[in-house]
């Protein structure tokens, strides 16, 4: 008995033809990559699936197939859900979760971030067709301050997906690096298109509400094969822009009064209190422009061999405006007499302050305005080989290259003080709603706010680079009328890069900046909705400065030489990483399943700045930087380090209708970059600082999972699963006391003294995630159908901190009807409150939030179709808020993206 043959028969025999996203019916599916490679099927009859209903059928097909536990969602899928990249439709699968902001930036209006059983997206490997992709961050802070390895969705478009097959249990022959899990998106072959020639294309364009703009959207695909079946080539372009405007409001750290202040002295119930270092009106808008394609060459030169060339390339320019209208509480609290009576103090915070116009030159407020370049792109080349040496055995070569980047070339920046005297007052309304503040009697111009020059500031030259060069074998040995079905085999090498080179801080010339005959002329202002759309009293008709006249002012003031070097942006990681695998593949009498290991080596090489010397192997005092004149130092941390990871996957076949799985295994995911390689700033006076940790060990997690899965119609499924992860050597951010290099100690001592210093530093720490999972699909009728899933997760770290990404409540409901012309899809899908990173001195989490979509298309005829797809159609408000000692639960951050609305012809021919 042939394993996969039997294993795959149903979903060969639905599926073996599903195409683009764009109109199923025109192409063919890709090989499922949850299961081991297809042997040769002969005399298969070809279904091409149609639509929604159909669709649905193949990947429940897949799923069912599958030994180990997976969710599939197919090209059909993709185009018949409101979804602009391929983490807008993994939202509605059981134990996915999606993220709009990678870190502290906050969410936007696009899903940009995947991770699997509340864990941090870090903890998910993304693949395309089995292979890792390079990736980039848009956001300046992401490139250079919390760095991690999740791949940015925000570069995936939907338009190049086949199929998305998501691993929740892990194989040896699968690439290490998801502890939760991986994410498989499988492209189009131009030899698995069932005509000659396939033309596909799509125009329209997208409306955004807040900015009140309609942008274009195109994306097109070519595929041509010659009669034979053996040479094809298939091309895809897209080219997509948007216009994106965030209201919000921040909340920018919490700070602590101490008895020597003079407000304590006034007021000595407030020593020890908090109160709101920053509270500013947020104005961001975007201009996103998302362009790429990709080219394959397919061609058999034997009938046993087939050779692949894939070639792939998207890039997101994203320019963008930030102005921060800001009260500077830091500035005048600590010293401030002028407090009136009847303020709050509520869990330790100072949570309603007023304080009354002065007559000195304190500055209350501070206005920031940024106009940054930025962009993100990502490339891969592949070159496959697959080779079927005898009927039982067969081979796949694949060598590759990939490089993701991330640029900030420059940033505009004029930061200025607020009118002094004028008094500030803010009033705290709960985690759920922004701040009530208020600042001076009018903001609606320069001159009506006062302003003075404070600072340029702003990094710049920054070019991110994440690359790899891998090449790897795989082999498969199959069995015929053997419980033993086939053995997999492996070796794969990659040399992976993480590194910004350079980064330069600007600050003034030395010219008349300061001189407000020297600021731009003209002014805008804040959109007439700017309050109303977040719900409070502040500051509203904001003035700004446009984004032409700040560069134009920074163009002469702005101070970007060579002394301006910033080394704290500076860091490199590189690992070589080695693999092997045995995966042996059963198949027994109502069931079936894999057992195997994979061994992994990794050789890491970890370069970071320093104020002193802390490796054996140091480059400096590396002397130019204005910001350590002393000079700073080029550290370099080598190490190595080797694990097997077991896995076993077993499926039992109850009835022909209900199965049960239950899986095994140990994953493994290498820390974030920005942890291993963050600059190490040493306080040599009272042995404090702060940095990243070279010497952090890979998370190892040990996972069991259990499920069962009850098909009881050809679109229907009713399953229940549980899963536990016990996490060694999670990475979380922590106080300790640790060794460093004392820079006047060994001075005076004529060799090298280590002392103590209390630093905050990332650190290894076991964890625990548990987690249960519900999933219902339904059909009704012909017509009609429903699904419905809800995943239930709790985590936490042995040192009683909240995991990264952990939402207790994960929920998503959607509903369809679909005719033969018409079709309709609503979709809703919430998540709790989650953990999403240390902020500010604090912990940041964001609320729970639900977001309503839906589509509606029509097929016009044969060859063309309209499509009308809107998102976040409830205007959802996206809600932070901080956690930390002394201080519990406060509000840090509002915002709110509005709706969008696509509108597409889709032609084929």
């Given at each position: 008995?042939?394993?996969?043959?039997?294993?795959?028969?149903?979903?060969?025999?639905t599926g073996?033809?599903?195409?683009?996203a764009?109109?199923?019916?025109d192409g063919?599916a890709?090989?499922?990559?949850?299961?081991?490679?297809?042997?040769?099927?002969?005399?298969?009859?070809?279904?091409t699936?149609v639509?929604?209903?159909?669709s649905?059928?193949?990947?429940?097909?897949?799923?069912k197939?599958?030994?180990?536990?997976?969710?599939v969602v197919?090209?059909?899928?993709i185009?018949k859900?409101p979804?602009?990249n391929?983490?807008?439709t993994l939202?509605?699968?059981p134990?996915?979760?999606v993220?709009t902001?990678?870190?502290g930036?906050?969410g936007?209006?696009?899903?940009?971030?995947?991770?699997?059983r509340?864990t941090?997206p870090?903890m998910?490997?993304t693949?395309?067709?089995?292979?890792n992709?390079?990736?980039?961050?848009?956001?300046?802070?992401?490139q250079?301050?919390?760095v991690g390895?999740?791949v940015s969705?925000?570069?995936?478009?939907?338009e190049?997906?086949s199929?998305v097959v998501?691993n929740k249990t892990?194989?040896?022959?699968?690439?290490?690096?998801g502890?939760?899990?991986t994410?498989n998106?499988?492209?189009?072959?131009?030899l698995?298109?069932d005509k000659p020639?396939?033309?596909h294309?799509s125009v329209?364009?997208?409306y955004?509400?807040?900015p009140g703009?309609?942008?274009?959207?195109?994306?097109?695909?070519?595929?041509w094969?010659?009669?034979?079946?053996?040479?094809g080539v298939m091309?895809?372009?897209?080219y997509e822009?948007r216009?994106?405007q965030r209201n919000?409001q921040e909340?920018l750290?919490?700070?602590?009064l101490?008895?020597?202040?003079?407000?304590v002295?006034a007021?000595?119930d407030?020593?020890?209190v908090?109160?709101?270092?920053?509270i500013g009106?947020?104005?961001?808008?975007?201009?996103?422009k998302r362009?790429?394609g990709?080219?394959?060459?397919?061609?058999?030169p034997?009938?046993?061999v087939t050779?692949n060339?894939?070639?792939?390339?998207?890039?997101l320019k994203a320019?963008?405006?930030?102005?921060n209208?800001?009260?500077?509480?830091?500035?005048f609290?600590?010293?401030?007499?002028?407090?009136e009576?009847?303020y709050?103090v509520?869990?330790n915070t100072?949570?309603?302050a007023?304080?009354s116009?002065s007559?000195?030159?304190m500055?209350?407020?501070i206005?920031?305005q940024?106009s940054?370049?930025?962009?993100?792109?990502?490339r891969?080349f592949?070159?496959?080989?697959?080779?079927?040496?005898?009927?039982?055995l067969?081979?796949?070569?694949q060598?590759?290259?990939?490089?993701?980047?991330g640029?900030?070339p420059?940033q505009?920046?004029l930061?200025?003080?607020?009118?002094?005297?004028?008094?500030?007052a803010?009033?705290?309304r709960?985690t759920g709603?922004?701040v009530?503040?208020?600042?001076?009697?009018?903001?609606?111009s320069?001159?009506a706010?006062?302003?003075?020059?404070?600072w340029i500031?702003?990094?710049?030259?920054i070019n991110v680079?994440d690359?790899?060069?891998w090449?790897?074998?795989?082999?498969?040995?199959?069995?015929?009328?053997?419980?033993?079905?086939?053995?997999?085999f492996?070796v794969?090498y990659?040399?992976?890069t993480?590194?910004?080179p350079?980064?330069?801080a600007q600050?003034?010339?030395?010219g008349d900046?300061?001189?407000?005959a020297?600021f731009p002329?003209?002014f805008?202002h804040?959109p007439?909705?700017?309050?109303?759309?977040?719900?409070?009293?502040?500051?509203?008709?904001i003035?700004?400065?446009s984004?032409a006249d700040?560069?134009?002012y920074d163009s002469?003031?702005?101070?970007?030489?060579p002394?301006?070097?910033?080394p704290?942006?500076?860091y490199?990681v590189n690992?070589?990483d080695?693999a092997i695998y045995?995966q042996a593949?059963?198949?027994?009498?109502r069931w079936?399943g894999?057992?195997?290991?994979?061994?992994?080596?990794?050789?890491?090489?970890?370069?970071?700045?320093?104020?002193?010397?802390q490796?054996?192997?140091?480059e400096?005092?590396?002397?130019?930087s204005?910001f350590?004149p002393?000079?700073?130092?080029?550290?370099t941390n080598?190490?190595?380090?080797?694990?097997?990871?077991?896995?076993a996957?077993l499926?039992?076949?109850?009835?022909?209708?209900?199965?049960?799985?239950?899986a095994?295994s140990?994953?493994?995911?290498?820390?974030?970059y920005?942890?291993?390689?963050?600059?190490?700033s040493l306080d040599d006076?009272?042995h404090t600082?702060s940095?990243?940790?070279?010497?952090?060990k890979?998370?190892?997690?040990?996972n069991?999972?259990?499920?069962?899965?009850?098909y009881?119609?050809p679109?229907g499924l009713?399953?229940?699963?549980?899963?536990?992860?016990s996490?060694?050597?999670y990475?979380?951010?922590?106080s300790?006391s640790?060794?460093?290099k004392d820079?006047?100690?060994s001075?005076?001592?004529?060799?090298?003294?280590?002392?103590a210093y209390?630093?905050n530093?990332?650190?290894?720490?076991?964890?625990?995630?548990?987690g249960v999972e519900l999933?219902?699909?339904?059909p009704?009728?012909?017509n009609?159908g429903v699904a419905?899933n809800?995943?239930?997760?709790?985590?936490?770290?042995?040192?009683?901190?909240?995991?990264?990404g952990?939402?207790?409540?994960t929920?998503?409901?959607?509903?369809?009807?679909e005719?033969?012309k018409?079709?309709?899809?609503v979709s809703?899908t919430?998540?709790?409150?989650?953990?999403?990173?240390?902020d500010?001195?604090?912990f940041?989490y964001?609320?729970?939030?639900?977001?309503?979509s839906?589509s509606?298309?029509y097929?016009?005829?044969?060859?063309m179709?309209?499509?009308?797809?809107?998102?976040?159609?409830?205007?959802?408000?996206l809600?932070?808020?901080?956690?930390?000692?002394?201080y519990?639960?406060q509000?840090?951050?509002?915002y709110?993206?509005?709706?969008?609305?696509?509108?597409?012809?889709?032609?084929?021919f």
């Amino acid at each position: 008995m042939n394993h996969r043959k039997t294993l795959l028969a149903a979903s060969i025999i639905t599926g073996l033809c599903v195409s683009g996203a764009l109109f199923a019916q025109d192409g063919a599916a890709a090989a499922d990559a949850s299961q081991p490679k297809k042997a040769e099927v002969k005399e298969l009859a070809t279904v091409t699936v149609v639509g929604i209903r159909d669709s649905e059928a193949e990947s429940l097909a897949l799923k069912k197939a599958a030994d180990a536990h997976v969710e599939v969602v197919t090209a059909e899928d993709i185009g018949k859900l409101p979804a602009k990249n391929v983490a807008d439709t993994l939202q509605r699968l059981p134990g996915v979760s999606v993220g709009t902001s990678s870190a502290g930036e906050g969410g936007f209006d696009e899903n940009d971030r995947v991770s699997l059983r509340g864990t941090a997206p870090s903890m998910t490997q993304t693949l395309v067709d089995g292979h890792n992709i390079g990736t980039g961050d848009w956001f300046v802070l992401n490139q250079t301050a919390t760095v991690g390895r999740s791949v940015s969705y925000s570069l995936l478009p939907a338009e190049i997906v086949s199929e998305v097959v998501v691993n929740k249990t892990s194989e040896a022959r699968l690439v290490e690096g998801g502890a939760a899990g991986t994410v498989n998106i499988i492209t189009r072959k131009p030899l698995q298109f069932d005509k000659p020639v396939t033309v596909h294309a799509s125009v329209g364009g997208v409306y955004s509400d807040l900015p009140g703009t309609t942008k274009p959207q195109f994306s097109g695909l070519f595929n041509w094969k010659n009669d034979a079946n053996t040479f094809g080539v298939m091309a895809q372009a897209f080219y997509e822009e948007r216009s994106l405007q965030r209201n919000g409001q921040e909340v920018l750290g919490l700070e602590k009064l101490a008895p020597t202040d003079a407000i304590v002295a006034a007021h000595p119930d407030l020593n020890g209190v908090y109160f709101p270092s920053l509270i500013g009106n947020v104005l961001f808008t975007q201009k996103r422009k998302r362009t790429g394609g990709s080219v394959d060459v397919q061609f058999k030169p034997t009938d046993n061999v087939t050779v692949n060339l894939n070639g792939f390339y998207s890039k997101l320019k994203a320019d963008n405006f930030n102005r921060n209208y800001m009260m500077w509480a830091t500035h005048f609290v600590h010293g401030a007499t002028n407090l009136e009576p009847g303020y709050v103090v509520d869990n330790n915070t100072l949570t309603h302050a007023s304080f009354s116009p002065s007559n000195d030159a304190m500055n209350y407020g501070i206005y920031d305005q940024i106009s940054r370049e930025a962009s993100s792109s990502t490339r891969f080349f592949t070159a496959d080989v697959d080779w079927r040496a005898t009927d039982s055995l067969s081979f796949t070569a694949q060598v590759g290259t990939t490089k993701g980047e991330g640029s900030s070339p420059k940033q505009d920046v004029l930061e200025l003080n607020t009118a002094p005297g004028t008094g500030a007052a803010w009033d705290f309304r709960g985690t759920g709603k922004p701040v009530n503040w208020s600042l001076g009697p009018d903001n609606s111009s320069p001159a009506a706010s006062g302003v003075s020059a404070n600072w340029i500031f702003g990094e710049g030259g920054i070019n991110v680079e994440d690359k790899e060069n891998w090449g790897k074998i795989d082999g498969e040995l199959d069995f015929d009328d053997s419980t033993l079905a086939s053995l997999q085999f492996g070796v794969r090498y990659a040399d992976h890069t993480r590194e910004n080179p350079y980064a330069f801080a600007q600050g003034p010339n030395g010219g008349d900046w300061s001189n407000p005959a020297n600021f731009p002329a003209s002014f805008g202002h804040y959109p007439g909705d700017f309050g109303s759309s977040l719900g409070g009293s502040f500051p509203t008709n904001i003035w700004y400065y446009s984004q032409a006249d700040l560069a134009a002012y920074d163009s002469k003031y702005a101070n970007r030489g060579p002394e301006r070097l910033y080394p704290n942006d500076i860091y490199k990681v590189n690992e070589k990483d080695g693999a092997i695998y045995l995966q042996a593949n059963f198949i027994g009498d109502r069931w079936s399943g894999n057992v195997g290991v994979r061994y992994v080596h990794t050789k890491q090489a970890v370069n970071y700045t320093s104020t002193s010397p802390q490796e054996t192997e140091v480059e400096g005092p590396i002397l130019g930087s204005a910001f350590f004149p002393a000079g700073y130092y080029w550290n370099t941390n080598n190490a190595s380090y080797s694990k097997a990871l077991p896995s076993a996957n077993l499926k039992f076949n109850l009835t022909d209708d209900v199965l049960a799985r239950v899986a095994v295994s140990q994953t493994l995911t290498r820390p974030d970059y920005s942890a291993l390689a963050g600059t190490v700033s040493l306080d040599d006076t009272g042995h404090t600082g702060s940095g990243g940790n070279p010497n952090l060990k890979p998370l190892i997690s040990t996972n069991f999972d259990a499920a069962l899965e009850w098909y009881f119609a050809p679109r229907g499924l009713l399953s229940a699963g549980v899963y536990e992860m016990s996490l060694q050597n999670y990475v979380t951010f922590a106080s300790e006391s640790r060794l460093y290099k004392d820079m006047p100690a060994s001075t005076a001592a004529g060799h090298d003294v280590y002392s103590a210093y209390q630093v905050n530093i990332p650190s290894n720490v076991d964890g625990k995630v548990r987690g249960v999972e519900l999933n219902y699909q339904q059909p009704i009728g012909d017509n009609f159908g429903v699904a419905l899933n809800y995943t239930y997760a709790t985590g936490n770290a042995d040192n009683g901190q909240d995991l990264q990404g952990t939402s207790k409540n994960t929920a998503n409901a959607s509903a369809f009807f679909e005719n033969d012309k018409f079709n309709a899809r609503v979709s809703y899908t919430y998540r709790s409150s989650y953990f999403a990173g240390p902020d500010r001195g604090g912990f940041f989490y964001m609320q729970g939030t639900g977001y309503l979509s839906a589509s509606l298309g029509y097929s016009i005829n044969d060859w063309m179709s309209v499509s009308l797809d809107g998102l976040n159609l409830n205007s959802p408000k996206l809600r932070y808020y901080v956690k930390g000692d002394g201080y519990g639960i406060q509000p840090r951050s509002t915002y709110i993206n509005g709706r969008q609305y696509y509108l597409n012809l889709r032609f084929k021919f």
